[in-house]
């Protein structure tokens, strides 16, 4: 059977309808698609070409998107930007059409350590407390945060 321009230009829809995609990623899943049935790839880029020029798909869109995303679900910025760049996407520039005003990299610490480990107080023992304080340190550390947002937070629970 035969594959049409319009089938094609169709798929791209319904993958954008339920969610924004990167230019690339809409090309993958066109291709995983319909790539058996079509003698060159010339139809799906020039679907991806015609979605891009009506508004429909958007790079810039799709990564104001992900930074956004990224940011709710409590990410650093070093995390951030390294998913934005696995998408091919520049963290810098999603970031500004995300946020204009920027981030509060401190508040954003603090709130995801807070949701973390907000009620649960520091041992006493000395030992204890510096095996919390790694631990923490280390989870704040895997959200893509920097020691200069956290450790202040890893203080001021370290003197209660």
């Known amino acids: 059977m035969e594959v049409k321009p319009s089938d094609v230009r169709l798929a791209g829809m319904d993958l954008l309808a339920r969610r924004e995609h990167s230019s690339q990623e809409i090309i993958t899943k066109l291709k995983k698609r319909f790539g058996k049935r079509l ?3 010339v139809v799906i880029h020039d679907a991806v070409d015609q979605l891009t020029r009506e508004g429909l798909l958007s790079d810039q869109r799709y990564a104001a998107s992900m930074a956004r995303q990224l940011v709710n679900r409590g990410a ?3 995390k951030v930007a390294y998913e934005l760049r696995q998408k091919g996407c520049d963290p810098d520039a999603a970031l500004v059409d995300a946020f204009p005003d920027g981030v509060d990299w401190f508040a954003a610490a603090e709130d995801v350590y807070d949701r973390k480990f907000g009620a649960k107080p520091m041992p006493e023992e000395w030992e204890l407390k510096q095996k919390e304080r790694a631990k923490r340190g280390r989870f704040m550390s ?7 947002h956290f450790m202040h937070l890893l203080e ?3 003197d209660e």
């Open 39 to 41: 003698e060159s790839d």
């Open 76 to 78: 650093g910025p070093s």
């Open 142 to 148: 895997s959200r893509g945060f920097a020691p200069s």
């Open 156 to 158: 001021a629970t370290s």
